[in-house]
């Protein structure tokens, strides 16, 4: 029987892994990931998951040991954080084209410099085009259940891409919360065994990563973006099937509190769970704000997201977790107005904050400075292209 | 040209852009490199096989006879099979245009 | 000793294997000292391997889209990371086997890449599999400089050369430092067996490759690869400067099995380095005081071999 135990996030992630039965795990220690793989070496020690646990001597390495698992017919697990998923980062553009469903863990953290071991989406938002997968979970209790979800999405034939689940760094990575871990049985049958189109196979030679010639290289790259956009039926499918099974659904994008909305906060990660606080305070003192949080980051939802948006929202305010050093805004408020530039006369006007950078704290004080900046600019333009929350001038 | 076949839409380009024809490769002829071809003198062959374990290009096969023979669609002409036949029994010569 | 180097009895130039592992029709250039060495290794491993390539020219002139010369199951990531690509693939195929998902039979797990692949920028890759113990072969094709993108000068470019980074001038005679010693790097890892090679003694350099497979563990073989157009070499001379630089002594062939240095082949009356330079244009400009020191450096080299293959 699955049962609810107050358990560390980060351990109860690996207890996923291990309920998922991950065959090859190769990672690299980071804070703060190490928890999670940590933990993943317990139970392949203990013989309680039947793996390799390559203990690697890089993130490039992990990110290669797992690619290489992968396409000799292995389900594969590896989990960073920050400076080791940018060092990761050219290996991490090979397994979506490439078609490889390795599956990872991002514990969400700042990048240097200066250095910082805190949380913000820095590191994931610099690895946005790599062609995964890629969903944000809000609390513990998610993060496992993402992580079920990811391994049933990304070995589906119809789909076999690569996956990341992203957690945030300690506010979510570290926090004891009450979590039900599923029985095996039914994870069984919620993520059949891993068989792969083609795998490295002295019984059937297959020749993979060849040099793309200009012939080819723009068809091979717009193969693996329509197989990353159709793969989003999956991912709706696979929460469905989830929510069959295990009984909580989850949504490409979740609402709160959108009922004749006019002011709307969008959220990504476990901030969310504080803006939900603070939505139901404003809610009480007669605000009509209400709350968009997206689950899926990539694909992105654009319909999902636009139907969400209801006929009486005004304003979105959208809280980026990263500065988008030189642009006009951070990347989440970028994928918005690009989305909803084409929504017809009652596109809502559109304020980008960016909050929560390196450890900040985002408390319910910040969603509520939010919500009333974004309902002044909506009367009067900002003189800034987007705004950072609580940053000290002198 | 081997190209000609990489013209293909998304739609059909293989799954992962791998390549499940072993050796296919060899459709591709690379003869046309050449300036120059081994010409062997079976009088003076002694079938011992160095041109053949020498050649880069995997030209060389033998025949039902024992003698070991360039084939011309792959034969690059480079001449390390005249150079190191140890009783002078290949000639390089010039391919007429 | 290795219990597996015992059954095998070695390849013999009558029984070489007729099976091309690399098919025609590939890409490299005429004469290609690389390819051949590739050819043979491949040869002594045989049909029931997966290759893990780093990029480099073999990875290049074997698969353009959408032809392949491999006839094996064959992959390709990138420069730096065959050998832990590789190690995944091992991974892999340790768990699969155990799990019943796949036949127990023996597969031998081969990654391939140049020098700069392997002495420079795959260094750490390399070490780090190496130190995890996994049961794999490392070819290191050595055509001594980064011939891929044009001739640039790596790690393992011999002193004095001239390449594109090193290019001889007012200030310079070419490469400045000693060629690194990667088989030694390499050896330093106290894994089982490291070997060198030359293919123009290929009966030798394919016992090498098999017993490199045969041996439990990570192995590795370091091939010296003639590049006629890296070197400004006539293409039909690869083989026999192959010779003559095992025959000058500034390439010894020698196996390192459990530690143990063992010379392969003990040149008594080495013929003059000059003799090999000037096979080469890379060395053409090279003055008799460089000429000298190069002599003198091959001959300590080759000396401190000799002795670690007397040390018990």
Redo the contacts between chains.
Sequence with gaps: MSKRVGVEVSIAVADAVKLARA??I?AYPITPQTHIVEHLSDVVANGEL???Y?????E??AM???????????R?FTSSSSQGLSLMS??LY?PG????PVVMVVANRALAAPISIWNDHNDIMVQRDIGWIQTFAENGQEAVDLLLHAYRVAEDPKV?LPFIVNIDGFTLSHVIEPIILPDQEDVDAYIP?FKP??K???K??????????P??Y???K??HE?ALRASKKVIIQGWKEFAGKFGRQYNPIETYRMDDAETVLVTMGSISETAMTAIDAMRDEGQKVGLLRIRLWRPFPGPEFRKAIGKTVKTLAVIDRTISTGASCGPVSAELRSILYKMPGRAPKIFGFVAGLGGRDVTVDTFREIVDKANLYAKKRPTDLYEVIGVREK | MATSDAIIGWKTLPFGCHITEPGSSAKFRTGDWRSQRPVLDKEKCIKCGMCWIFCPDMAYSQTKEGYYEANMEYCKGCGICANECPKGAIQMVEEEV | MIPEFEKFKGFSAKTLPKDEIVAPGHRACQGCGEMLALRMAMKALGKDIIVANATGCMEIVTSPFPQTAWTVPWLHVAFENAATVASGIEAARKVLARKGKIPKKHIDIVAVGGDGATGDIGIQWISGAFERGHDMVYICLDNEAYMNTGVQRSGCTPYGAMTTTTPPGKESFGQVTWKKNVPAIMAAHGIPYVATASPAYYVDLMNKVKKAALVKGPAYVHIYSPCPTGWGSPGEKSIEIARLVVETRVVPLYEVIEGKYILSRKINKPKPVTDYLKTQRRFKHLKEEQLAYIQKRVDEEYDRIVKLSEMD
């Design positions: 065959e090859v190769s039947d793996a390799e390559v203990p690697v001597e890089s490039h390495a290669s040991c797992c690619l290489g698992a992968s396409a000799a017919g292995a594969t050219e290996i090979h084209p490439m078609r490889l076999s065994s189109h083609v490295l196979d002295p059937k030679p297959v020749t993979m990563g060849p040099v793309g010639i012939e080819v723009t068809e091979a717009v193969a329509m």
